[in-house]
């Protein structure tokens, strides 16, 4: 059996192994829509545990000119609200859109709704009921808000997330509808589903409101993308730390096994 150190030599180079998986991770994801980068701690309990802490990190990734019209980018915090397909909402940074067959603005790849902000579209409508079985006399119709881009009309997508349709042959512009644009008090507390997407959780706290614009920290960006925001100079440096490290505790684990071997020998002499 390993003694205290062994077992810990044992667990933090596990741990660091999972760490050169994690930075293997984000180099490859260097050049994903949207991708936020791994980070993973560890550090020693008051019992001697070695305990692993692993968190998102939300700052800004670069902007890559695409020039698509629907290719849009959050400079500055943010994400853009989606509906899966469970009708559930989730969140995200990849900006990566078209238009479906009806000419609503959707995920490129999934085909998710992009949902825009409610006020600017329409609330729900409520009808009188003329059908005379309903005993409660009305008929409540709630409708889901949409944003529907004419295919004869020129998109633009301003700073604050408005999207004007302009008509090629007048150049008149009118508005459509806009692009919401939510926060968290805690992104990091955010969960992961994958491809990008996340869900809100008690550590994430509530979706709040926020300003975006011009004269705001956030601006959408018509015709950019956000790429995964991976530093390779330090990821690299990063590598080579835990490397060495990994190395280092491999060298006292052959110690602590040849020490083992002694004492076994030891014993084995004097049985």
Not at 45 to 74: V, W, Y
Not at 194 to 219: A, C, D, H, R
């Amino acid at each position: 059996m390993l003694n205290k150190t062994g077992y810990q030599t044992v667990k933090a180079t596990e741990g660091n192994t999972e760490a050169l998986s994690r930075i293997v991770e984000n180099i490859s994801n260097m050049k994903s829509v949207g991708y936020k980068k791994n980070q993973t701690t560890f550090m020693e309990t008051l019992n001697g545990e070695i305990a692993k802490h692993e968190t998102k990190d939300f700052s800004q990734g670069p902007l890559r000119k695409t020039g698509e019209e629907f290719d849009l980018a959050l400079d500055g915090p943010g994400f853009f609200e989606i509906e899966l397909p469970s009708g559930q909402r989730a969140y995200s940074r990849a900006g990566h859109f078209r238009l479906s067959g009806e000419g609503e603005l959707v995920t490129a790849d999934e085909g998710y709704r992009v949902i825009p902000l409610v006020e600017d579209v329409g609330r729900p409508v409520i009808e009188v009921n003329k059908d005379q079985k309903n005993t409660l006399g009305l008929n409540i119709e709630v409708t889901t808000p949409k944003l529907i881009i004419p295919p004869d009309l020129i998109p633009e997508v301003t700073e604050d997330g408005t999207v004007n349709g302009i008509n090629p042959e007048s150049g008149e512009k009118r508005k459509i509808g806009r692009i919401n644009v939510l926060a968290f008090n805690n992104p990091q507390g955010l969960e992961s589903i994958g491809k990008g997407f996340y869900l809100p959780t008690k550590l994430s706290g509530q979706v709040q409101e926020i300003e975006y614009g011009p004269n705001n920290p956030t601006k959408v960006k018509q015709g950019y993308l956000e790429y995964g925001n991976v530093d390779i100079a330090q990821e690299m440096v990063d590598m080579a730390q835990i490397k060495n490290l990994v190395s280092a505790q491999f060298k006292v684990l052959k110690v602590i096994d040849k020490l083992y071997e002694q004492v076994n020998y030891t014993i084995s002499r004097s049985a």
